[in-house]
C-alpha cells in the first residue's frame, strides 16, 4: 500500500473500492437479468430462481468465505512485503478449491432434489428449481477460480482487472440469457434452464479471461504465482484458520435468507414474487456496501501487517462515512422513483404497486447496513473471524425468530415481515462496535 505512515486518504480508498464496487454491479447484472427476464416467462420461475438461486449461492458461499480468508492473509502478507508467500497461498488455495468444488458438485447433481422437496411447498416451483439447480452448478469451478484471483487482486489493492473482468462477464451472461430463455437467434428456448446455462457459461467465460489476465500482466516471479508446485497441506491449513469461520459466517448468513424466504414462501406465491422483486433489488444497491466490506478487510490486514494497528479504528471510520454517503444518496434517489425500479422486474401493475411499501422497508433498512457492514468487516479484517462468526450466528438467531413471528404467528403482511432486517442490522452494529472498542482484537498473529 502506498501510504506507509499515515492513515490511507478518502482519495486512496475510494481508489481501491470504485473497481470493486463496477465489478460487483457487473456481477449483480447477472442477477439482475436472470430475474427480470424470468419475469416476464412466469411467477413461478421467477419464485423458483430465488430459491434456487439462493441455494447455489448459500453453497457457493462456502469457496466465497474460503476466498475471504485468502484475501486477509495474501493482504497481511502484502502489508509485511513477504511477497513470495502470496503464490503459495494463492496455488494451494486453488487446489483446494477444486476439491470443494467437485463435492459440491455432486451434492448438487444428485441430492438438490431429495434436499429441496420437503422444504418447498409448491411442486410447480420445487419442479422448476430442480431444473434451474441441474445446470446451474456446472459453473461453480470457474467461480471458484474466480474467487481466488479476486481474493489475491483485492489483497494485493490491485483492483483494476476487477472492473474489465466484470464487464465481459455481465455483457456475455445479457447476451446468453437473451438467446437462451426465450429462444432468440435460432437457439432453443430454455426457460428457466437457460438461464441457468447462461450463468454458468458467462462464469467460464470470465475464469478465461481472469486467468489469462495474471498470466500476461502479473509479475508471477515476484509474487511466486501459478507455480503449481506439489500441494502443501500447512499452507492450506493456516487459510482454513482464518477462513473457515468466514466460510460458515457466509453459508449462515445466506442459509438464514433461505430460511426467511422459506417462511415466506408459506404466506403464497404472491409474497414470494413481491420479495423477490424486493431481493434483487436490495443485492444490487447493497454493492457500495459489499465492496467498502472488502477494502475494509482488506486495509485493516495490511495496517496491522505494517505494524499500524493504531490506525485501524480512524480507517473503519473513514470508510464508514464514504459508504454511508455513498448508499444515503442512493437511498435517497430510489425513494423517489420506486415503480420505475420495481417495473424492471415485472410488468403487472398490480404486483407492483403491491411491491412499493416492502420496497420502502428495504430501503431504510439499508442505510443501516452501511454502518453494521463496516462494523462487522473490521472484526474479520482483524482476523478474528471466529469472534466475527458468534456475531453472526447470535444476529441470525434473533433475526428468524423475529421474522416467524411476525410471518407465521402473527401473519402480519409482507412489508410487515420484512421489518426484521431492522433487527438483523441492529443487533450487528452493536455487537461488531463493542468488539472493536474493547481492542482485545490486537493480540491476534496470523
Do not use: C
Not at 31 to 44: I, S
Not at 110 to 121: E, G, M, N, T, Y
Not at 200 to 210: D, L, N, Y
Request: aromatic share 16%.
Amino acid at each position: 500500500m502506498s501510504a506507509h505512515h499515515s492513515i490511507p486518504s478518502y482519495n486512496h480508498i475510494w481508489k481501491i473500492s470504485l473497481p470493486i464496487i463496477l465489478s460487483l454491479i457487473a456481477q449483480n447484472v447477472v442477477n439482475v437479468t436472470d430475474t427480470a427476464f424470468l419475469g416476464r416467462v412466469g411467477e413461478v420461475e421467477l419464485g423458483a430462481s430465488a430459491i434456487a438461486g439462493l441455494f447455489y449461492i448459500s453453497i457457493f458461499m462456502l469457496g466465497f468465505g474460503f476466498g475471504i480468508g485468502g484475501q486477509i492473509l495474501i493482504a497481511r502478507r502484502n502489508g509485511e512485503r513477504n511477497y513470495s508467500d502470496i503464490g503459495r497461498i494463492t496455488d494451494n488455495s486453488l487446489y483446494f478449491l477444486f476439491g470443494l468444488g467437485l463435492l459440491l458438485f455432486i451434492l448438487v447433481k444428485f441430492f438438490s432434489p431429495v434436499i429441496l422437496r420437503p422444504l418447498i411447498a409448491s411442486d410447480d416451483i420445487y419442479r422448476a428449481s430442480i431444473d434451474f439447480l441441474q445446470f446451474r452448478i456446472y459453473g461453480i469451478f470457474f467461480a471458484f477460480g474466480n474467487v481466488l484471483l479476486r481474493a489475491f487482486f483485492i489483497g494485493t489493492t490491485s483492483t483494476k482487472v476487477l472492473t474489465y473482468n466484470a464487464l465481459i462477464m455481465a455483457g456475455a451472461n445479457v447476451f446468453l440469457d437473451y438467446v437462451l430463455i426465450f429462444g432468440n437467434f435460432g437457439f432453443p428456448q430454455m426457460g428457466i434452464k437457460g438461464a441457468a446455462l447462461a450463468s454458468s457459461i458467462s462464469e467460464a467465460i470470465s475464469a478465461v479471461f481472469f486467468f489469462s489476465y495474471t498470466i500476461y500482466m502479473v509479475d508471477l516471479k515476484k509474487y511466486n504465482l501459478l507455480r503449481f508446485a506439489r500441494f502443501e497441506w500447512k499452507v492450506v491449513k493456516t487459510t482454513l484458520d482464518i477462513s473457515f469461520s468466514v466460510m460458515l459466517q457466509y453459508f449462515l448468513s445466506l442459509a438464514g435468507w433461505f430460511a426467511f424466504f422459506m417462511i415466506i414462501e408459506k404466506m403464497g406465491e404472491r409474497s414470494l414474487a413481491i420479495s423477490n422483486i424486493v431481493r434483487s433489488a436490495y443485492i444490487v444497491l447493497m454493492i457500495p456496501v459489499f465492496a467498502f466490506g472488502s477494502i475494509t478487510n482488506s486495509l485493516v490486514s495490511n495496517l496491522i501487517g505494517e505494524g499500524k494497528s493504531d490506525f485501524v479504528i480512524p480507517v473503519i471510520k473513514k470508510v464508514a462515512i464514504l459508504n454511508f454517503a455513498l448508499i444515503g444518496s442512493v437511498v435517497l434517489i430510489s425513494a423517489f422513483i420506486p415503480r420505475t425500479l420495481i417495473s424492471i422486474y415485472t410488468s403487472d401493475p398490480e404486483l407492483i404497486t403491491q411491491t412499493v411499501p416492502t420496497f420502502y422497508v428495504v430501503m431504510s433498512a439499508l442505510v443501516m447496513f452501511s454502518f453494521a457492514s463496516i462494523l462487522f468487516n473490521g472484526v474479520s479484517g482483524t482476523a478474528n473471524t471466529a469472534t466475527a462468526l458468534w456475531i453472526e450466528l447470535a444476529t441470525i438467531i434473533i433475526y428468524l425468530a423475529v421474522a416467524w413471528m411476525l410471518a407465521v404467528k402473527l401473519q402480519l403482511s409482507i412489508e410487515l415481515v420484512w421489518t426484521s432486517e431492522y433487527i438483523y442490522f441492529l443487533v450487528m452494529s452493536i455487537l461488531s462496535y463493542l468488539y472493536l472498542k474493547s481492542g482485545r482484537w490486537r493480540k491476534k498473529v496470523i
